[in-house]
């Protein structure tokens, strides 16, 4: 079936149903010669009559009646579904791909999810946690979530969350043991727990700065992990110092069981952008 097999029948259906050229043609918004020539294209193309024209009325034919009993249901499906392919520009639906670090998931995207979900139904998402680098194209995401700094200057982002500082903690039964800590340097007689990253697979470098001044430690201990959830955890019992986004432990450091140190080499850094 082609394009014309389609104008041709709906106009069949719209002149059986109207009973008349005339109305038929102002509700298609053309001319009465236009449809009635079509509809006689159709009769040629089939090779059979399918209305009785009269100079009072217009009925359709034995086999226009045959026609009629298929079409119907036929073009009513498809105009219920032209109406709900349209409906959808109006309502979000279908699957969201995001790719962002464990921290941004719980932090900005499942707290602004977890608001959203509810209202749309048909939207589905799913997050990939990795703080590694991915190929959106490659890993057919939609989005990832990585803090601005690191995005490629040449992609689109937008900024989704504040600025991030974080925090060197250490439990304390582990600072009244240690040896004294007043500049980064120091922390090469520190016990500390390094975080092994998924982007580089190496362990992640403490990224200090004070009155412009920028230091990277690579610092030395006990445990590593590619958790920071588990570095806190480790800080906690003593293990060691812990380097994690300011957020991971407040309640901790509220509660006693963690206290900051070289808090003024730890200025805050640019926010979570979604690219």
Not at 37 to 58: I, K, W
Not at 217 to 245: E, H, I, T, Y
Request: aromatic share 6%; hydrophobic share 40%; with cysteine.
């Amino acid at each position: 079936m082609d394009r014309d097999d389609l104008v041709d029948l709906n106009a069949f259906l719209t002149v059986a149903q109207e009973m008349s050229f005339t109305r038929a043609a102002a509700k298609l918004n053309t001319s009465q010669s236009a449809l009635s020539h079509t509809v006689r294209r159709l009769e040629q193309r089939l090779g059979v009559r399918l209305l009785t024209r009269t100079t009072r009325s217009v009925a359709p034919t034995e086999a226009g009646e045959r026609l009629l009993q298929t079409l119907r249901p036929a073009l009513e499906n498809i105009g219920t579904e032209l109406s709900s392919l349209r409906e959808l520009r109006d309502r979000p639906t279908g699957n969201i791909r995001i790719t962002a670090p464990e921290h941004a998931a719980s932090t900005i995207l499942w707290p602004a999810l977890e608001r959203l979900l509810p209202a749309y139904p048909d939207v589905h998402v799913e997050l990939d946690l990795t703080s590694r680098f991915t190929d959106l194209v490659a890993g057919r995401f939609d989005a990832g979530v990585r803090l601005g700094e690191a995005i490629a200057k040449d992609m689109v982002a937008v900024r989704i969350g504040p600025d991030l500082r974080m925090a060197m903690v250490g439990s304390p039964s582990y600072l009244k043991k240690a040896p004294p800590l007043k500049t980064p340097h120091d922390l090469s007689q520190q016990r500390c727990i390094n975080l092994r990253m998924q982007s580089s697979g190496g362990f992640y470098a403490w990224e200090l700065e004070k009155n412009g001044r920028q230091v990277r430690v690579r610092v030395d201990g006990q445990v590593a992990f590619n958790s920071a959830r588990m570095v806190v955890q480790a800080a906690v019992s003593g293990a060691g110092l812990g380097f994690v986004p300011e957020d991971m432990v407040e309640t901790e450091i509220a509660s006693g069981h963690l206290v900051r140190v070289l808090q003024y080499w730890c200025p805050p850094c640019t926010g979570y952008h979604l690219y």
